[in-house]
């Protein structure tokens, strides 16, 4: 991905968690498909941001993607996973929720070497 893709994917991403933020934060609720869009994006962003194959990052049901340099997973379960629920992702991703918190409160299940993602969050 060249440099240009690489910041016009991180851009987007965080335009599309912020677009769910925005109708949460005026006090209603995440539009269903403004959620989906948001994790979607944001996981590309994620994923330009780090590029790799060490970490799997999964969003059920609406995503996953593989990140963060290092050994090369090619089948079963990867090394390294992160796993949280879509709201979770967006707040991760907007950097409303620390990564650490996340995990220490039960929001995120990380496992396996480079599985801590607090450097990399927000977007």
């Known amino acids: 991905?060249?440099?240009?893709?690489?910041?016009?994917?991180?851009?987007?991403?965080r335009a599309a968690v912020?677009?769910?933020?925005?109708?949460?934060?005026a006090g209603g609720e995440a539009d269903p498909d403004e959620l989906r869009a948001a994790v979607r994006v944001g996981?590309?962003?994620?994923?330009?941001?780090?590029?790799?194959?060490?970490?799997?990052v999964r969003v059920p049901p609406w995503g996953a993607v593989q990140c963060v340099p290092g050994?090369?997973?090619?089948?079963?379960?990867?090394?390294?996973v992160v796993e949280t629920d879509p709201w979770t992702w967006v707040l991760l991703a907007a950097g409303r929720l620390a990564f650490a918190d996340a995990v220490a409160d039960g929001r995120v299940q990380a496992s396996g070497e480079r599985s801590e993602l607090g450097g990399l969050l927000p977007l």
Do not use: Q, Y
């Not at 893709?5 to 991403?13: E, H, L, W, Y």
């Not at 912020?18 to 934060?25: H, P, Y």
């Not at 050994?71 to 390294?80: E, F, I, Q, V």
């Open 1 to 13: 991905m060249t440099a240009d893709r690489t910041a016009a994917a991180i851009t987007a991403g």
């Open 18 to 25: 912020e677009v769910a933020l925005a109708r949460v934060d």
């Open 43 to 56: 996981l590309r962003g994620l994923a330009a941001k780090a590029p790799g194959r060490s970490v799997e």
């Open 71 to 80: 050994p090369t997973h090619t089948r079963g379960t990867p090394r390294a």
